[in-house]
């Protein structure tokens, strides 16, 4: 166990705790770029393993100092006629609008959910008291030259420009404020 200092926020690019399922196939069950939480699109919080231990989820020395969360969402869609697939040509079936917004060569993107806004915002700022982590949010989905460095919670877009997660339909400004505010 090492001491934490950072909560990484991504998504899963699927829905149905598919990635979840595959985790667990995957190398004979052996599969180590996982997370030790999940919040599906209804809210809930799965927990699979204590965040005090770590994964692979970068697969590099930083995994042992940070808390990496999966937000269950489809990624960025490609317009297909009538409708939108998925980066592997699933049809995207949820009610809510597709998120229009040129970011990283997409512009298409799955929305997330109000329930996992709020149900995000309860996990992160238990976390951050129980492994005291400051309560500072970055704001946006850029990359971060020392992202590394900072001690708060980020997001793996913010790690690299090669990573399209969280995606410009997460509201940002509105996660930072109850966070940090406690909204």
């Known amino acids: ?7 990484v926020i991504g998504h899963s690019f699927n829905t149905g705790m598919s990635h ?9 069950g052996k599969y ?12 809930t919080v799965y927990k699979h ?9 970068f697969n ?13 969402n489809e990624g960025w869609l490609t317009a297909q006629g009538e409708y939108f697939v998925n980066w592997i040509g699933d049809k995207y079936e ?5 998120c229009e917004a040129l970011w990283r060569d997409k512009f298409f993107w799955a929305p997330y959910s109000d329930k996992q806004l709020d149900s995000l915002a309860k996990l992160v700022k ?22 590394v460095e900072f001690n708060g919670i980020c997001y793996k877009s913010n790690y690299s420009k090669d ?17 940090e505010l406690n909204k």
């Not at 238990?126 to 850029?142: A, G, H, Q, R, S």
């Not at 995606?167 to 509105?174: F, G, H, I, Q, T």
């Open 1 to 7: 166990m090492s001491v934490k200092h950072q909560i």
């Open 20 to 28: 979840f399922k595959s985790w667990t196939k995957r190398m004979n």
């Open 32 to 43: 180590k770029k996982t997370t030790p939480f999940t919040i599906a699109l209804d809210g």
């Open 49 to 57: 393993f204590d965040p005090k231990y770590h994964s692979a989820f």
């Open 60 to 72: 590099n020395s930083i995994d042992k100092f940070i808390i990496p969360i999966t937000l269950e």
């Open 94 to 98: 949820r009610p809510e609008e597709v």
């Open 126 to 147: 238990e976390l951050c008291d129980e492994f005291n982590i400051p309560k500072t949010v970055i704001d946006d989905n850029t990359h971060k030259k020392r992202i």
């Open 163 to 179: 990573f399209k997660d969280l995606s410009p339909a997460w509201d940002y400004l509105s996660f930072k404020d109850r966070v």
